[in-house]
Nanobody, 123 residues
Framework: QVQLVESGGGSVQAGRSLRLSCAAS????????MAWFRQAPGKEREWVAS???????TYVDVVKGRFTITKDNAKNTLYLQMNSLKPGDTAMYYC?????????????????WGHGTQVTVSS
């Protein structure tokens, strides 16, 4: 049984940092493309960043230079370091795992999802 559990969310002021974690059981990170998505109230879930099984990383333009996605294969844990947070980053953040991901932006490419962790950034 696969389980992804996010943690690390919270409420911070603009300019501050948070680090999200996603711990997995039942899936080996080294074999999967891992990603972070986010969903703001009233908006669709959107891709934020991903890391391939060869550790290649990609980011949506609005977070480039501020967010860093990493993973620890030994701990089966995914991270998202978020610096210089902005109110526009406020959302529920989800981690996702996909075994064969052709289009990393597409939600349907990922088989497994966590339940999310809330990030709120105030101005």
């Amino acid at each position: 049984q696969v389980q992804l559990v996010e943690s690390g969310g919270g409420s911070v002021q603009a300019g501050r940092s948070l680090r999200l974690s996603c711990a997995a059981s039942g899936v080996t990170y080294s074999r999967y493309t891992m990603a972070w998505f986010r969903q703001a109230p009233g908006k669709e879930r959107e891709w934020v960043a991903s890391i391939d099984n060869d550790s290649r990383t990609t980011y949506v333009d609005v977070v480039k230079g501020r967010f860093t996605i990493t993973k620890d294969n030994a701990k089966n844990t995914l991270y998202l370091q978020m610096n210089s947070l902005k109110p526009g980053d406020t959302a529920m953040y989800y981690c996702a795992a996909g075994r064969y991901v052709a289009d990393r932006l597409r939600l349907s490419e990922y088989e497994y999802w966590g339940h999310g962790t809330q990030v709120t950034v105030s101005s």
